[in-house]
Each structure stands twice: as structure tokens, then as C-alpha cells.
């Protein structure tokens, strides 16, 4: 056994309690159940971070993803449901429609996949070849770090400015007037 | 590779190596695969020891808490089980194995069942980038750390939300009022605090220059940053309060409104598992201020930097521990905050107050205040003067439209996947390739214990879900239980 | 802020959140409501809608026994009413058949039943002070407040025999004499008093996470604590100056100067500074009492079975919790029962206005009025 069999196997491993979680989020009946089953999902997305070597895509992955967004689903779901009940059914209408979105985004995924060039050098992937130099002595976290602040700072503000609208947006939303 | 298993360079875990180097040689193994074996020991001995040391730690800790607590309450606090007491965590423990294990009616049995595990697996995770002690050796420092993750700070960050999932299953596993509102204000609180807390801890990272746990020490080795970052370390010591429900942050397991909290209908070792968790975040939250704000294992300059590992080790568990006192000071002196209070505080107050120290240390940094400097040969280290007149020569001669999307700038072999579907690790051989035999011995030994742990715990969850028996569902019963007139009807 | 705005100002707090009411359940087994109370509380996220309060778990028929005893026998079973200040309660029950016997009290015994009963006001209200702050999540309070009670109840114990059911006021006096001994030890009390209440105000009153929790929460206006028939510290903490030890003196009282606590600040916080003062007040009564101890007999002579003539009366005092009435009715002359004894039970009165001082205030803000209630369960359901 080589030892790419043997990150084979994690990946393998990652990739089944993946489409297990996924499967779980769809198939349970018990909406709460649905949520745990999302987060084993997240968790095994991580996963596939760590054996990517971006160990630092995992830590966010999970802080954010499991530590924020999952939490804020739980909340919504408990405070919008009556929450001390059991029977929190998931809907079944709209198995035609759903199957048919989801089969449209198997076939996009697919022949996104197979027209993809992948990089084979596993270390530096789509780096400028300056931070590739670079990237022999620092660490992934320092990778990311110069990549956003340096490299592709422009679009990073961008974002930072969407994200920030978003939250005024959201602020204004929730915000009810004093005379209402 | 500073990992306490990659150790075998010095001290007794050198040792122990050659030691079992030469028993599997002996028992006519071959060179690699007793080297194999003798790592994997190693690591084994050094898991042990982790576990040994964090059971030890928690009991300890509990006692701790409630002796200084007697003390400030005018009182003893145990101390008749054994000398001062020592043993009556381990009473107290051995006496929560033997109750029944009682599981609600209504409870839902996998989210009730799994809860305690995912509250205090998390915590004792966080145990796995601590440093806990150094040796000044060969020129080099060897950390006594479980594993120098790069990402450590944020490693604590996503084991610390982790458990906050375990919370949330708890409160609503147990089909109880309390243990949901609970549940739903510990929530709210973590999630409100960690902002606060990740601004505070990003001043350290700014000094240190990386998120390693190591790294952040070896910043303090001119200055511990409680000195420079004063307003930070306070605003961590609150958040580390509010993140471990200590008071006066103790709202989700506010006795005098909600009984118990999400461990209201928890017994005998499920409960101590969230007693136990408490405490254990209470070391490690105490253990993180250390080192993020009090110079880790570093002495006070005129008593030695920690440069041996007993004394390293000791002046670690001296600021660990004053921290904990600190923290049973502040229970034994407050009363607890309102829920409105609580999120004012944190919103309004603290996120301000932490976005201006981020301000304050970033100009000490920019322009290399002595304070702020963390210390020389650390990051610099790593990026040398070179990467960075690269780096920023490249930013300024090129416009960042060609940095982004000119494709010539890929180096390396380009190849397309024809959509057979095959995974291809070739890489990691590559990588193997070039590992020293040292780093193969330790890449196997580590990933058959991985596994080995990894089966271990797969088989406690299939047991623990396995030996839940589903009482009797008598619609009498379950409406009587859970009272209102909509649960009556479902 | 009048109550007026402030109602409001709650009204608006009720409406902002949008969520499901729930019924959330608080005893008759919780920790918080001071022994077998039920409260069912809805709430709407955390704030509080609606308050029904279950009484009943510690009914133990008291009046109805009274009426099969002789006024001795009746005293230790009041006692057990109002089991934190049972010297109130021997007293209203010596008082009635005092009025009903017209038996002259010696003035030494009225002295000494007022140090009895200001002593068992310190010891209610520092065990009140110790679980208040223990509702509001301090803990090191209760065993502060432990350590003084007993220096109290160790005072109570030399003149009584015990520790927290005395049967010592009986009609025509007090069952013993007090002792120099004991003359000596409520001096050295009342010495070392004043120090440890300035200690708690040190460690609870000016801190600022219990000042946010206090103030303007529980607000009952002038007006509606009048109307509630509130009394005591509740009253006087809406600011009506009435103290019936004032305003409608009894025993030896007059011979006494202090001041009744009055605040206006209507909230917890204003019933928490009128309890502190009470306590310096009842320690400038024992100093008093320790100077100018009359002398002469602690009892009147009175037969070993009491008899009332034909009549009734009312008798109210002050205790802890405010306004401890007696009604008694005896249906013949020569009585050696009472035919009707009610209990206007302070407690009982209070916790009526729980819902309206809660009402719009979140569950720990509940939590902390109903602790300034200061309820006894034994008193609230007799």
C-alpha cells in the first residue's frame, strides 16, 4: 500500500460520510436531524480541505460554517417551528421540481468537472510564480494571507464592501421605526 | 517537526525510542518496521501521557475551584477525602458511574444521547496545541506541545464552536424548557462573544506574525503582550468568561431561572461529562490566556526564560492556575448579567473598544513601535528579506488585473482529467519521495494509530447509540410529559 | 420615569419580538422560588407576558387548627407560619389575647420582646439579603450572610432555647428573663453589626452588573402598591411612609427612636436599600435596648390556662415582610380557645402583585422580583 492509497482511503472516507450527510439532509424526516446531518457534511468538506493541504480553508470551514451559519439554521428552525414538538415534518411537495434542479445541477457539475485543467503540482496551484517562490517558506495561512492582501487585494474589498452593505441592508430590515 | 512524538532528539523519550527500538529488534523485526513500531509506541506513550495529564488536570481543577471557593466564602470546601481533600473529585466521579442512567420519555434518543460527547470532546481537543513547556536543546527550542498546528489559534477557534453544536443537541434533545432556553441563550452568547474574542486574539496575531501557538510565545520573548495589549488581554479574559459560561456569563446554566440549564435531565456520567467539559474549558481557556497574553511557558526575565523543562513547565501551570483563581475570584464576587445586558455589553461595548485596539496595535506595528515588534528571528525566519522585496516589487509593477488573470503565470505541469473519474493523489508520493526515513516512520506510525483511535470512536458512538433502549411510547404518558394542549395533540 | 412611560416603553418590548409564546413552568420544585411555589410564567422569547401563581403546596391548615387549641398551645403553631421571623407571629397571637384578657404587660417585657423581634428582623432580613443575591447569580452572599445570622440566632438561642421556632412572646410577657450574659453579647453584636452591612454594601450594593440588574426593574407606582394592599418594604420602597411601628405604635416601640426606611425609587432596587436600612435601624433599636434595659418582671402573672372574655379583635405589626395582622374571634366568655383566628399573611398580600411587577420584564428580571417579594411559603399558605 502506497501512501496515496492510503490518503485514498481519508479521501474516500471523507467523501462517504460526505454524500452520507447530504443523503441525511434530504432523506430524514426530522428536520433537527436534517441539520446534524448537514454539519457531518461540512465536517467532511473540511476534511477534504486538510488533505488539500489548505488547513486554513478547514479551520474557516468549520468556525463558519459549522460555528455560525449551522447555529443560525438551528435558531431559525427552533424559533420558527413550534419548538417543543417532535413532529416537524419535512415537505414533500415539490419532489418533481426538486429532482429536476438537482438533475440539472449533476449534469453542470459534471461537465464543469470534466473540462477543468487541473493542476498537477500540488503545492502551488495557480500561484504567480513570485509567490510560488515565495511559498516554499511560508505556510498556508501566510499563503492565504499575502494572496488576498497583496495579490488580489482589489477583489477582497470588494467583497469586504458587499459584505458590508449586506449587513447595513440587514440592519435596516430588522430595525423597526420608534412610531410603529 | 515539533511534535512531543517526533520527540526522539533528546530526553526521555529519546529513550523510550531505542529503548523499544532495540525490544522490536530483538524480536527479530526488521530495521524500518521496528523504527515503525518504536515511533508508534512513542506516540502511544505520548497519547497517554496527553490523557493522563488532562484527567488529572480536570480533577484537579474541580477541587481547585471549590477549595478557593471555600476559602472565599468563608468556609473549607471538601477536603476529607484523602489529604486536603485530593480524592473528592475522584469520589465524586466514581459515585456518578455507578447511578442510572435515566434518559427521559420524551427526550429524542441520538440527539440526547450523543450531546455529552460533543460538548466534551471539543474541549479536550483544544488540548492539542497548547504548548505547555520548552527545552532550550541543540540551539533549538523543543516545544512539549501535542502538535504545532500553523493554524492553532484558529483550531481552538473551530473546536471551541464545535461544541456549541453539542449545546444546541442537548437543549433540544432533552425535551425540556429550560435546557432549550438554555441551549438558545448559550448560543446567542458564544456567537455574540467570539467576535469580540477573534478581534482581541488577531492584536496577538498581528505582533506574532502567525497563528502558530508556538510562534505566539516565541513573540513574547522580549515583552509578555499583557504589557503592550492590556486592553486585549482584558477583552479575551471577558469573551474566555462568556465562552466557558463562567460567571457572570453563567446565564445558560443560571441555577435560579433555568435549574440546571441544557443538563437539567442529564444523570449520573452524562452529566459529569458536562461537568467535566466546564472545567476542562475553564484549564484550557485559562491555558490559551497564558499563552496568547502571559508568555506561555516563559518565565519573568530575571528567573530564566524557561529554557529547562521542569521550570518551563511550572511557570506555564503557575500563570495557568492564577488564571483559574482569577476566574473563581470573579464567580465568588459577581452577580450575573441579564440576557440584554449581556449581548449590550458585547455589542456595544466590547466590539468597539476591540476594534480600536486593533487600530492601536496596528500602527504600533506599522510603524515598528519596539512594543509592538514581537521578536526578531521569528517571522522573518520564515519569509525572508528576499520573498518580501519580491513580493512587493511584483505588487507595485504590475497591475493586479495581470496578476489575477494571466494564465501564463501557472507554473508547472498542465494536464486534463479525460472524466474517467479517478482521484489522483500521485503527489503524495512525490511528497513521500522526498521525506527523510525519519518523517516515513513517523507518517505511518501516525496514520495507523490515527486509524486505530479513529475505530475507537466509531465503535463508542455505535455503542453508546446502540445501548439507548427506547422506553414504551404510550400517547397517555407522552402527553402527560410534555404537557401543553399542541403537544397533546400530536 | 413615571409608570406611565415606562409602561410603555414595556408595552413596546412586548411587541418588537414577533416569537411564539411559550408556558415556561417555575416549581413547586425550582430553586429560585423559595420553597413550594408555582409559577406559571408565559413568556414571549424571554420577556415575560403572563404570571399565574400556584399557592397551596405548603397549606397546612394552621387557622383551622388554632381553633382546637388553647392560645399556649396556638403559639408554637404559629411559629411554624412565618418560620423566618416566628417571633412576629408569637407576638400577634399574644397580643390578641392580651386585648381579649386585658392583661397589663410589664414594661422590662415589652423591651425585651422588641430586642427579640428586632434581633428576628436581622436574622429574616439577612437571609433574605443572602438568597436575593444568590436569585441574581452571586453566591459568596449566602454564607456571608450565614455567618452573621448565627451570631443572631446564637443570641435567640440564650434567650429562647431555639434556634428558629422560639415560642418565647406568650401573653402577659416573654417565657424567660434575658441574662447579663446575654445583655453582654447583644452589645458586643450590635458593635460588630454596622461594620459587616457596610461589608455587603461594599460587595453587592455598588456593583455595577447588580445595580443594572435592580433598578427600574419591578416597577409598581405609589398608587397601585397602595392599591394592592402592598406593606412593608414593598410599600415603603414605592415610597409611602408607613411603618405601623410609627405610624400605629405598639409594645415598646415608642419608647424607641429610629426612622422608618423610606426610598422612591418603586423598583427592587429601592425594596434592597429599604431591607439594609431596616437592618441598621433594627441594630440602633438594640443599642438602645442595651443602654436603657428597664428593670422589673419579664412576664405579668398569668394563669397556666389562658381565658379570653367574648369579642374580637385585630392586631397588626409590623414583621419583615410587612403588615402581620391577627383577626380573632372568641364565641363565650371565659375562652380557652378561639372560636376564628385568621392570619393577614404580609407574604400572601405581596406576591399578588407579582404579575403586574413583572409583567413586560425579561425571566431573570422575574427571578429577581419575586426575590424581592421576600415571600415566606409557610406564611403565604399557612
Known sequence: MSPADLIAIYFYFFAALAILGALGVVVLRNIFHSVLSMIVCLFAVAGFFVLLNAEFLAAVQVIIYVGAIMVLIIFAILLSTRIMRRDIVQTNAYVLPGIIVSLAFLVTTFFVIISTRFVEDYHVPFYPAWLAEASEKLDNTMIVGWSLMATYSLPFEIASILLLMALIGGVVLAHRKEDD | ?490 | MSSIEKNSVLERRIDSLLTDEITINFGPQHPSTHGVLRLEAKASGEVITAITPHLGYLHRGVEKNLESKEFLQGIPLLDRCDYLSSMFNSYIMAACVEELTEIEVPRRAEWIRVVAMELNRIASHLLWWGTFCLDLGASSPLLYAFRDREDVIDLLELISGARLLYNYIRPGGVRGDVTPEFMKKLEGFTNRFPPYIDEYEELVTGNAIFIERVTNVGVISKERAVNWALSGPMLRGSGVNWDLRINEPYSAYPEFTFDAAVEEGCDVMARYRVRMMEMRQSNRMLKQAVEGLPEGSHTAKVPTSVRCKKGMTYRRIESPRGELGGFMITDQDKAKKPWRFHLRAPSFANLAAIEEMSKGYMVADMIAILGSIDIVLGDVDR
Not at chain 2, 489529604?83 to 440527539?111: S, W
Not at chain 2, 523543562?309 to 500563570?319: E, G, N, Q
Not at chain 2, 504590475?398 to 489575477?404: G, L, T
Open chain 2, 1 to 490: 517537526m515539533k511534535a512531543l512524538g517526533a520527540a526522539p532528539h533528546n530526553g526521555i523519550l529519546d529513550w523510550l525510542f531505542n529503548w523499544f527500538y532495540n525490544l522490536f529488534l530483538n524480536w527479530n523485526m526488521s530495521e524500518a518496521s521496528a523504527a515503525a513500531w518504536a515511533s508508534g509506541m512513542n506516540q502511544l506513550i505520548a497519547f497517554l501521557i496527553i490523557v493522563i495529564f488532562i484527567v488529572v488536570t480536570v480533577l484537579f481543577v474541580v477541587l481547585f475551584e471549590r477549595r478557593v471557593l471555600g476559602f472565599f466564602q468563608i468556609r473549607h470546601g471538601p477536603n476529607r477525602v484523602g489529604p486536603q481533600g485530593l480524592f473528592q473529585t475522584v469520589a465524586d466521579a466514581l459515585k456518578l458511574l455507578q447511578k442510572e442512567d435515566i434518559m427521559p420519555l420524551a427526550a429524542e434518543p441520538i440527539t440526547y444521547n450523543i450531546a455529552p460527547f460533543a460538548v466534551f470532546v471539543p474541549s479536550i481537543l483544544a488540548f492539542v496545541v497548547i504548548p505547555m513547556g520548552a527545552a532550550y536543546v541543540g540551539g533549538s527550542y523543543n516545544v512539549l506541545i501535542v502538535r504545532d498546528l500553523n493554524i492553532g489559534i484558529l483550531y481552538l477557534l473551530a473546536v471551541s464552536s464545535v461544541a456549541l453544536i453539542g449545546f444546541l443537541m442537548a437543549g433540544w434533545g432533552s425535551n425540556n424548557k429550560y435546557a432549550l432556553i438554555s441551549a438558545f441563550r448559550n448560543a446567542a452568547q458564544i456567537i455574540s462573544y467570539e467576535v469580540p474574542m477573534i478581534l482581541a486574539i488577531l492584536g496577538v496575531v498581528l505582533v506574532a506574525g502567525s497563528t502558530s501557538m508556538v510562534d505566539i510565545v516565541h513573540s513574547q520573548s522580549v515583552v509578555w503582550n499583557i504589557v503592550p495589549q492590556f486592553v486585549g488581554f482584558l477583552i479575551y479574559l471577558i469573551c474566555g468568561l462568556a465562552e466557558t459560561n463562567r460567571c457572570p456569563f453563567d446565564l445558560p446554566e443560571a441555577e435560579s431561572e433555568l435549574v440546571a440549564g441544557f443538563h437539567t435531565e442529564y444523570s449520573g456520567m452524562k452529566f459529569a461529562l458536562f461537568f467535566l467539559a466546564e472545567y476542562t474549558n475553564v484549564f484550557v481557556i485559562s491555558a490559551i490566556i497564558t499563552t496568547l497574553f502571559l508568555g506561555g511557558w516563559k518565565g519573568p526575565m530575571f528567573l530564566g526564560a524557561g529554557g529547562l523543562w521542569l521550570t518551563s513547565i511550572f511557570w506555564f501551570l503557575a500563570k495557568t492556575y492564577i488564571m483559574v483563581t482569577i476566574f473563581v475570584w470573579l464567580r465568588a464576587t459577581l452577580p450575573r448579567f441579564r440576557v440584554d445586558h449581556l449581548m449590550g455589553f458585547a455589542w456595544k461595548f466590547l466590539v468597539p473598544v476591540a476594534v480600536v485596539n486593533i487600530l492601536v496595535i496596528g500602527l504600533g506595528v506599522a510603524f515598528s513601535h519596539p512594543l509592538y515588534m514581537g521578536s526578531p528571528g521569528n517571522i522573518n525566519e520564515r519569509l525572508t528579506a528576499d520573498a518580501r522585496v519580491v513580493a512587493l516589487t511584483q505588487l507595485s509593477s504590475s497591475s493586479i488585473y495581470n496578476i489575477m488573470f494571466d494564465s501564463e503565470k501557472v507554473e508547472g505541469p498542465v494536464r486534463i482529467i479525460e472524466g474517467n473519474g479517478t482521484v489522483d493523489f500521485g503527489w503524495i508520493n512525490t511528497a513521500y519521495g522526498a521525506m527523510s526515513d525519519d518523517m516515513k516512520t513517523f507518517f505511518w506510525a501516525y496514520n495507523v494509530f490515527a486509524f486505530l483511535f479513529l475505530i475507537l470512536i466509531l465503535f463508542t458512538v455505535w455503542k453508546v447509540i446502540r445501548g439507548v433502549k427506547r422506553a414504551p411510547k404510550l400517547e397517555v404518558m407522552w402527553s402527560a410529559v410534555s404537557g401543553g394542549e399542541a403537544d397533546a395533540k400530536a
